[in-house]
């Protein structure tokens, strides 16, 4: 089963930009995300077309399972 954490942060423009990590900590905490994000965004490292990010708003796990049928 392929999982990600996604994190969602708002732009200076006011609109969604999102990042994806593959294969994340099976034990991953609310805290830590939490403070993955707010060291993404103290760093100001990443810009989108809407400008910086300025702040987090919210953050998932998202998990898909994949069925080969051929090959």
Same mark, same amino acid.
């Given at each position: +089963?392929?999982?990600?954490?996604?994190?969602?942060?708002?732009? #200076?423009? /006011?609109?969604?930009?999102? +990042?994806? +990590? #593959?294969?994340?900590?099976?034990?991953?905490?609310?805290?830590? @995300? #939490?403070?993955? +994000?707010?060291?993404?965004?103290?760093?100001?490292?990443?810009?989108?077309? /809407? /400008?910086?990010? @300025?702040?987090?708003? /919210?953050?998932?796990?998202?998990?898909?399972? @994949?069925?080969?049928?051929?090959?």
């Amino acid at each position: +089963m392929d999982k990600s954490l996604e994190l969602i942060f708002k732009n #200076q423009a /006011g609109k969604n930009a999102r +990042m994806s +990590m #593959q294969d994340p900590k099976d034990d991953l905490t609310a805290d830590q @995300v #939490q403070s993955l +994000m707010d060291n993404i965004l103290e760093k100001n490292i990443f810009e989108t077309t /809407g /400008g910086d990010l @300025v702040e987090a708003a /919210g953050a998932r796990l998202i998990q898909k399972e @994949v069925i080969d049928l051929l090959g």
